[in-house]
């Protein structure tokens, strides 16, 4: 099983990235997205469950979008209105069952994360 991002790169604040994780292996109910900054712990960014019910942290709300291609077995993370504190290394991550959770410790699997950083 592999799940492997891309789409990271540098933006200046306001912009647009879009994310996308790519899973190989097996189909997964459950996806999400965390990001880790430099000297911060890992942090929750989105998640969509089987049924495309969505969830986002109150700092992401209204800028973040996660939605999935199930024929092509890929999640994406359409993030605008960047700001420099989204700077952060994101990961995709997937779980086995369809409980859905912001909670980084029930995900089975991670990919090697992709770096995003916002200029001011």
């Known amino acids: 099983v592999q799940l492997v991002e891309s789409g990271g790169g540098l933006v200046q604040a306001g912009g647009s990235l879009r994310l996308s994780c790519a899973a190989s292996g097996r189909t997964f109910s459950t996806y999400a997205w965390f990001r880790q900054a430099p000297g911060k712990e890992r942090e929750f960014a989105a998640v969509i469950s089987g049924g495309g019910s969505t969830m986002y942290p109150a700092s992401v709300k209204g800028r973040f979008t996660i939605f999935r291609d199930n024929a092509e077995n890929t999640v994406y993370l359409q993030m605008n209105s960047l700001k420099p504190e989204d700077t952060a290394v994101y990961y995709c991550?997937?779980?086995?069952?369809?409980?859905?959770?912001?909670?980084?410790?029930?995900?089975?699997?991670w990919g090697q994360g992709t770096q995003v950083t916002v200029s001011s």
């Open positions: 991550a997937a779980k086995l069952g369809t409980a859905w959770t912001s909670n980084g410790r029930l995900y089975d699997y």
